[in-house]
């Protein structure tokens, strides 16, 4: 592996935190003393990060995690990167650290009952047989940039759509289920919420889709993989990689996914760099007449801007990504 400037730590980890509020405060002044970089939710079941700086920062950061007793087990998926994956550092208090949709959140436990953890060669020794169903549980404009061959996929916008979706699958109730999603933290509550509702064979790619393509080449995995920073999505196959996803605009085949650069609209879509230029890093015309519409310089990533509110925002359902 060719040593980098910098280090991008993906990571989740569900554990009681007590107090949980003022560790969020706290945590920010601690990830901010290290230069770090990233976004970090806490709630009171646990930690969902992704946090990027120096080599010598990383390592303290997942020092300190795992000298803490409630996140000593916690995994890092850690890739070399040329800059920091972020511009700021952001630690929040959320009510979950990926919100599952539910009206009591309570009733799914990922510390007590989750699908079957399988390992990156596991899942790929097992995902082709006859009585196995892939499962990916991520939004739409991630899955439509990249998932598994033959994966069955959800029209949902949003994680916490997923359990309206749970009646769609029952056709497939006698069969293997092997979920997955980006680092494996969805899965969590995927798994277990098809296991509350009565699927008997559950199991999860222990490490998600970062994983799969650091330890089993990813094969199969189709197209580029969403993530959560600037690098906006990151290549997972090295084995028989193609590229699945279209431009909006055009329908050409493309694996470069943006934000709209009319902030009121900011929606992700993925767009050649043909349409690029010609809309100016826009999804239409209207948004690229609007008078806030950001400079576009090619990479379609910017820091979010807050919307007006109450201000409209369009569905871009057919968009291929998540």
Known sequence: MIMKNYQTLLYYCYSPIAEAKQFAADHLKFCQSLNLVGR????????NGTVS????????????????P?????EFKIDEVDEPSFIKMHCRYKSEIVHSGLRNPKIIDPTKQTGKHLEPADFLAMKDEEDVVILDVR???????????????LDI????????????????????????????????????????????????????IIKYGKEAGGKDFEG??????SRVAVEVNSKNPVIVSTCFNCSDTTAKMINCANPECNEHFT???????????????TCMEHPRKRAY????????VPQPVNSSKKSLKTVAND
Request: proline share 2%.
């Open 40 to 47: 970090i939710i806490v709630a009171d079941e646990g930690l």
């Open 53 to 68: 700086g120096t080599p010598e920062a990383c390592k303290t950061y997942m020092h300190t995690l795992h000298s803490d």
């Open 70 to 74: 409630r996140f000593a087990k916690t």
């Open 139 to 153: 939004s739409n404009y991630e899955h439509n940039m990249g998932r598994f061959k033959n994966a069955i996929t």
């Open 157 to 208: 916008e949003n994680f916490r759509e997923f359990p309206e979706k749970i009646n769609e699958l029952a056709q497939y109730k006698d069969k293997k289920i092997l979920t997955y999603c980006t680092g494996g933290i969805k899965c969590e509550k995927a798994s277990a919420l098809l296991l509350h509702e009565g699927f008997k064979d559950v199991y999860q790619l222990h490490g998600g």
């Open 224 to 229: 580029k993989c969403y993530v959560f920073d």
């Open 271 to 285: 767009q050649c760099d043909t349409c690029g230029d010609e809309l100016q890093g826009c999804c239409c015309e």
């Open 297 to 304: 310089d090619g990479t379609g990533y910017y820091v979010k």
